[in-house]
């Protein structure tokens, strides 16, 4: 058996892209890659591009290829896709297995078969898409083949996306172009309209993760930090308490929540029973965030709580999805090409 190779799933995300064979990740690198300006010429792809981030010559970009979820630059995403299937293909090929690719969720067909044709070129591969959230639940284990309604919310890097599931497929959902990114630039205006200081995205989100939160904590945090001042130019220090962060996200969190009471307004009053009693699961980097479970519960009275593999699960789910079993009954459910 060790000859086959195997079906893969990939999660193409805006920060990450993670690839997995059997419901386990096998490969995860950074959706980024090293463009020399003058030739157009990519010099290097996923973490070694990411490693050169911030550190470059003029003559080097390091380019995000995805925005938003979805894709901004076509042939780079081709390049970095052929680039990572490589590092875990096996030498061997006996037969042409399957790629499932997860896509957000309310995408346009154009940006869909984006995403499909990049794959199709770069992997050579038959290539079907999932929706993320209906890979996550995959992911998650959630019990979405019963007539009993399941929520979940992936809070990724570029957007999040709010679903109900029920019988293998999606019943409502939504999908509002705000992540960590748009969480990172929310505490980069914070700072700057209130303190004068400008810092880059990398600093935000390191304040975020280290003492961000969203909703005031019973615990008060701080961070220290370098900006540059934004009158004279020159570096200055600021530090910034958990309270404050909680303001600066404040705006960009309750774009997540809305989308998340329009999603269960409009799902059938019986699976919004069925989500009160079982919660709504979280995943996504966001899910990380102190508190957002908090924040959802107290804005909408249904309880939410972080799954075990936030980072993972859609991955996970996108090559769960191809099993036998599952994708007979899901395929009537996946979106076109
Ligand atoms: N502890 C944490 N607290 C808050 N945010 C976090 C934490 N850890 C990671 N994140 C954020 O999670 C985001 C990345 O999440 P994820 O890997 O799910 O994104 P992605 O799948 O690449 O993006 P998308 O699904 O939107 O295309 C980043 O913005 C990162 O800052
Ligand atoms: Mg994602």
């Not at 970009?61 to 990572?84: C, F, H, R, S």
């Not at 639940?137 to 979940?152: E, K, Q, R, S, Y």
């Not at 990172?184 to 400008?198: E, V």
């Amino acid at each position: 058996m060790a000859l086959f190779s195997k079906d893969l799933g990939i999660d193409l995300g805006t920060i990450r892209t993670r690839i997995s064979e059997d419901g386990q990740v096998i490969l995860q690198e950074p959706t980024v890659v090293a463009i020399a300006v003058d030739e157009l010429k990519i010099v290097a792809l996923g973490q070694e591009a990411q490693d050169m981030h911030g550190r470059v010559p003029e003559s080097l970009e390091v380019a995000y290829p995805l925005q938003n979820g979805v894709i901004a630059d076509y042939e780079v995403t081709e390049k970095l896709l052929e680039y990572l299937i490589k590092k875990v293909s096996s030498p061997v090929r006996v037969f042409r297995p399957r790629v499932m690719m997860s896509v957000p969720y309310g995408v346009t067909s154009v940006e869909r078969r984006a995403v499909h044709e990049a794959a199709l070129e770069a992997i050579k591969r038959d290539v079907f898409l999932i929706q993320q959230p209906m890979a996550a639940a995959l992911g998650v284990d959630l019990p979405f083949h019963t007539p009993t309604g399941n929520m979940i919310i992936c809070l990724g890097g570029g957007a999040s996306q709010a679903a109900v599931l029920a019988m293998y497929g999606i019943v409502s959902a939504e999908t509002v172009r705000t992540g960590g990114l748009q969480l990172d630039d929310a505490i980069m205006t914070y700072i700057r309209r209130k303190c004068g200081l400008i810092i880059a995205q990398p600093t935000a989100e390191r304040i975020k993760i280290g003492i961000g939160a969203a909703v005031p904590p019973d615990e008060e945090q701080s961070i220290e930090f370098q900006g540059q001042d934004s009158v004279t130019g020159l570096p200055r220090p600021l530090t910034l308490t958990t309270g404050e962060i909680v303001e600066a996200l404040g705006e960009p969190l309750s774009q997540i929540v809305e989308a998340t009471r329009r999603v269960l307004e409009k799902t059938p009053p019986e699976l919004v029973s069925d989500i009160i009693d079982r919660g709504i699961a979280l995943c996504g980097g966001g899910a990380l965030l102190d508190g957002i479970d908090k924040l959802l519960t107290k804005e909408l009275g249904v309880p939410a709580y972080l799954v075990d593999n936030p980072m993972t699960c859609v991955a996970e789910g996108t090559s769960l999805s191809m099993q036998p079993g599952v994708y007979a009954k899901i395929k009537r459910n996946l979106p076109p090409v």
